[in-house]
């Protein structure tokens, strides 16, 4: 069997094919571009937050891991963050000095507000950097999590699959984020980084040996080598977000820094020692 083509008509659509394919891939890219775009500004809303509640500029001394004197003035008011933004945790500041607040949640619902929000409310691609909803507000868990978005660049948690991408290069010059938060100031150093599922989680662990070999598992799955010694008794908080895999983005599969907490200072709480 045969078919009769009709030239100028196929042409005619061949051209409108044409002309849809290029609107819509013009589309895409505009689209794209907005997204990051959106991310960006998003991340730099983020650090003006943090920037607000900026006591003093300078660095805290990470070299001791003994809690310092009542003098001591940590570098952001968390009290004062809490005060314009009563669902702010703390403020996580990367080892390059980059700070962006974090949001406490306690809800799925309320984490998946904070994907898309930034912590004053606004709508933005980057969102903010959470606590999971499930860990205890005062750290009192084993193990924290929080979560963020594996953005474009260094925004965000944009960089922490670098760990994996570059290993011992990367870890050598990021080993350390610090938290500060309304019950202290803590150095957040980084032992292990590697792929996860999110939906195996443990918070709480029912043997120290349980949490050593969970944690020494993770070691060895790692990309690089690192100088941290962990105890059965360590806190620990993992820094989370999406794999760098497009596929992987509704799966189970999560990209997760561990790192070790150690406190820089603690306020006394029952004696209501504030910021």
Known sequence: MSYKVDRKKSNKFNKFLIASG??????????????????????????????QVLVID??????????????????????????????????????????????????REEEDYYLKH????????????????????????????????????????GDLTEYQNEGQAFYDQNKTYTLYTAKGVYKLDVFAALEEDATTQEFDYNTQEEFLQDMYNNINSSNFESDVTIEPDNQVIILECCTDQSSDLYGNKRFAVYTKVTPIYEYNLNKGKTL
């Open 22 to 51: 290029l609107v819509i891939a013009l589309a895409g890219q505009a689209y794209a571009g907005l997204t990051i775009f959106s991310q960006s500004e998003g991340t730099k809303e983020n650090n003006a937050l943090a920037e």
């Open 58 to 107: 300078k660095e805290v001394n990470q070299e001791d891991s003994n809690t310092v004197q009542e003098e001591y003035t940590p570098k952001y008011d968390i009290n004062k963050l809490q005060e314009e933004y009563p669902n702010a945790f703390g403020i996580l500041e990367k080892p390059d000095g980059v700070a962006f607040p974090i949001a406490m949640t306690n809800s």
């Open 118 to 157: 930034t912590l004053d409310g606004n709508y933005s691609a980057s969102g903010t950097v959470f606590l999971d909803y499930q860990n205890d507000k005062n750290l009192n868990n084993q193990v924290s999590r929080l979560w963020g978005h594996n953005l474009y660049g260094e925004n965000m948690f």
